[in-house]
C-alpha cells in the first residue's frame, strides 16, 4: 500500500487541521487568564472550563448520527464553524456583565455550553473524515496533522504579538530606527481597531472560526456510507464494547482525561506566578505545541517500531514526568521542559488512541467511533477534571491582602498540586502495560480505503 497522498487531498486536509487547531490556539492557553483577571476565582473557573464539555455530550448521539448516516461531514463542519464563530463573539460581553455586576455567570456558562456544543465535536469529526481520505493513516495521518499544530503556534504567536503589540514595536524601532515612521503610519492607518484588548482572543478565534466556515466548500465530499448496517450509528458503535481491549483502552484513557485538565487550568496561571506577564504565556506555551512537530514526524516509525501499546505507554510516561517536573521546586528551566513534552504528551497519546478506534470502527461508524471516544474522554472525564483541578487549586490556593494598599495577593503551592495527577499516572502505567494487549488487535476494513484517498 502506497504511503503517498494526493496532493489536492493533502492541501485540502492540512488546511482544514491549520484552522480547526487555530481557533483553539487562540483562546485555550489565554483562557485561565482572562476569566482570572475579570475576577473568577479558580473553583469557578474550573466549572466554566467543565462546562464546555456540553459539546460532546451530544457528539455521538447526534453528530455522529447525523454524519455517519445523514449529512456530510464537510457540510456539517461549515455550519458548526459559522455557529460556533457568532458565540465566540458573544462570551466577552457576558464576561463584561459578570465583572460589572458580580452575577450573570449562569449566562455565561451558558454562551460556553453553547460554543462546545457547535465547536468540540467538530475536533473528532475531522479526524474521521481525514482517516476516511488516507489509504494508510498510520504513516499518512502525521503528515497533515502537523499542520494543525502550525495553526496552534501561529495563532498563539499572533495573540501574543497583538496583546504585547507596544513591546513589539518599541522592540523594532530599537533594532531597526529606520521602521519608526513606517510603524507610526501603520498604527495609524489601523487606528479605527483601537487598543489591544484581553477579550480580543475570543475575536481572533472568531475570524479563524468563519474562515473555516467558509474553506469548507474546498473539502473532499465526504457523504454518509452508502451502506450500512442499522439506523442509528450510535447505537451500532456502543457494540465495540464487546470488545474486551477495547473497554479496557476506553477505561484507560478516561482516567489520563481527569488527569489531563490539571494542565490546561494551572499552567497558565503557574507561568504568571513564576514573573511572565500574561499577554505573552500564550506564546511561551506554543512551546509544546512546536514539540507536536518532531512528535508527528516520528510516531509513523514509532507505531512500525515499538507497536501501539508501547508508543501509548511512552505517552503516558511523559505525562508522568511532566507533572513530576512541575510539582517540584519550580523554576523556568523545569516548568519549559515541562511544557516541551507536550507533543509526546499529546501524540502518543490522543491521536494513537483515535488510530486505534478508527481501525476498529466499520466504514459507516467511523464518525459515531471518534465522537463516542471524544465524549468519554473530553465530555464525561475531562469535565470532572476541570471541578477537581478547580477544588483542589482553591485549597492550595492561599490569599494575603497587604494592610497598608490594600492589595490582595495569591499565591498557590504548585509542588502539592501537580503531585496529584502525577501519582494518579504512576498507579495507572503499570497496570495498563500488565493488562492491556492493545498490539494484538485486528484492523477492521484495512482494504477499503484505497477507493476513498483519491481526488
Given amino acids: 500500500m502506497s504511503n503517498r497522498i494526493s496532493r489536492t487531498i493533502r492541501w485540502r486536509l492540512s488546511v482544514l487541521w491549520l484552522l480547526e ?13 482572562y476569566f482570572t483577571e475579570n475576577g473568577i476565582r479558580f473553583e469557578e473557573l474550573g466549572v466554566l472550563m467543565a462546562v ?3 459539546g460532546l455530550w451530544v457528539a455521538p448521539f447526534v453528530v455522529g448520527q447525523i454524519c455517519d448516516r445523514w449529512m456530510a461531514s464537510d457540510k456539517y463542519l461549515a455550519i458548526s464553524h459559522l455557529c460556533g464563530g457568532l458565540l465566540l463573539l458573544t462570551i466577552p460581553f457576558a464576561t463584561k456583565m459578570y465583572r460589572e455586576t458580580g452575577g450573570h455567570l449562569t449566562t455565561l456558562t451558558v454562551l460556553l455550553g453553547l460554543y462546545a456544543i457547535a465547536y468540540l465535536p467538530t475536533v473528532p469529526l475531522a479526524s474521521s473524515l481525514t482517516f476516511r481520505h488516507l489509504s494508510d493513516p498510520d504513516t499518512q495521518f502525521g503528515k497533515v496533522r502537523i499542520w494543525g499544530t502550525v495553526g496552534w503556534v501561529l495563532s498563539g504567536l499572533l495573540l ?8 513589539v514595536s518599541a522592540w523594532l524601532v530599537d533594532q531597526l530606527p529606520s521602521l519608526q515612521p513606517s510603524i507610526d503610519t501603520l498604527g495609524a492607518t489601523f487606528a479605527w481597531i483601537g487598543p489591544p484588548k484581553s477579550s480580543d482572543c475570543f475575536r481572533i478565534a472568531a475570524l479563524l472560526s468563519f474562515a473555516l466556515s467558509s474553506f469548507c466548500i474546498f473539502l473532499p465530499a465526504t457523504p454518509p456510507a452508502k451502506e ?16 474486551r481491549i477495547f473497554t479496557m483502552l476506553i477505561g484507560v484513557s478516561f482516567l489520563l482525561a481527569m488527569v489531563v485538565p490539571f494542565y490546561s487550568i ?18 511561551v506555551m506554543t512551546i509544546g505545541q512546536i514539540s507536536e512537530f518532531p512528535a508527528l514526524l516520528l510516531l509513523p516509525w514509532f507505531l512500525k517500531r515499538f507497536g501501539l501499546k508501547t508508543t501509548f505507554a511512552i505517552g503516558m510516561a511523559a505525562w508522568l ?3 513530576v517536573l512541575f510539582a517540584m521546586q519550580p523554576s523556568t528551566g523545569l516548568v519549559l521542559a515541562g511544557i516541551g513534552l507536550h507533543g509526546v504528551c499529546h ?12 481501525s476498529q470502527c466499520r466504514q459507516d461508524l467511523r464518525a459515531s467511533g471518534q465522537n463516542l471516544f471524544a465524549f468519554i474522554t473530553m465530555g464525561i472525564a475531562m469535565p470532572a477534571g476541570f471541578w477537581v483541578a478547580g477544588m483542589l487549586g482553591d485549597w492550595v490556593t492561599s490569599v494575603s491582602i497587604d494592610e497598608l494598599t490594600g492589595q490582595v495577593t495569591q499565591q498557590t503551592d504548585y509542588g502539592l498540586f501537580f503531585a496529584v495527577p502525577a501519582a494518579v499516572i504512576a498507579v495507572l502505567l503499570p497496570a495498563y502495560w500488565r493488562w492491556v494487549r492493545l498490539d494484538e488487535e485486528p484492523r477492521a476494513e484495512s482494504g477499503e480505503r484505497k477507493a476513498e484517498s483519491g481526488d
Fill in 21 to 33: 487547531w487555530g481557533i483553539t490556539g487562540a483562546i485555550l492557553t489565554y483562557l485561565p487568564l
Fill in 52 to 54: 464546555s464539555a456540553v
Fill in 160 to 167: 501574543s504579538m497583538w496583546l504585547g503589540r507596544a513591546d
Fill in 228 to 243: 450500512h448496517e442499522g439506523k442509528l450509528a450510535p447505537i451500532e458503535t456502543l457494540k465495540m464494547f464487546h470488545n
Fill in 266 to 283: 494551572a499552567v497558565p496561571k503557574l507561568l504568571q506566578q513564576m514573573g511572565f506577564d500574561s499577554e505573552w504565556i500564550p506564546a
Fill in 321 to 323: 514526568l511532566r507533572y
Fill in 347 to 358: 501524540v502518543f497519546l490522543i491521536i494513537v488512541i483515535q488510530l486505534y478506534v478508527d
